[in-house]
Nanobody
Framework: QVRLVESGGGLVQAGGSLRLSCAASGRAFSSSAMGWFRQAPGKEREFVAGINWSGSNKSYADFVKGRFTISRDTSKNTVYLQMNSLKPEDTAVYYC????????????????WGQGIQVNVSS
């Protein structure tokens, strides 16, 4: 069992930065791949970034490449999403998720989900 809690969201101006954290509890965290997804109002949830259990393999959606960085600190049971050069279109509820992932962008491969955290980017 893995419990995930996101933090670090809020309101930021376009061009600014935020760092989201996802604190995990449960023994399975260290062996789980982790992902970040987001859902904007009126849109489907979409994949943002993913990282494997060791941190050696990462994947990013094209629309965040070069702006967002995913990382994990196994000693702290935490995954991070550093978001730079934020745009108004990045406004969404961001979710972290964990699971035995093979296909990063397939939600069905993630067994555990956080409650989500709001990120608002003003123009």
């Amino acid at each position: 069992q893995v419990r995930l809690v996101e933090s670090g969201g809020g309101l930021v101006q376009a061009g600014g930065s935020l760092r989201l954290s996802c604190a995990a509890s449960g023994r399975a965290f260290s062996s789980s791949a982790m992902g970040w997804f987001r859902q904007a109002p009126g849109k489907e949830r979409e994949f943002v970034a993913g990282i494997n259990w060791s941190g050696s393999n990462k994947s990013y959606a094209d629309f965040v490449k070069g702006r967002f960085t995913i990382s994990r600190d196994t000693s702290k049971n935490t995954v991070y999403l550093q978001m730079n050069s934020l745009k108004p279109e990045d406004t969404a509820v961001y979710y972290c998720a964990a699971g035995p992932v093979v296909n990063w962008d397939d939600e069905r491969e993630y067994d555990y989900w956080g409650q989500g955290i709001q990120v608002n980017v003003s123009s």
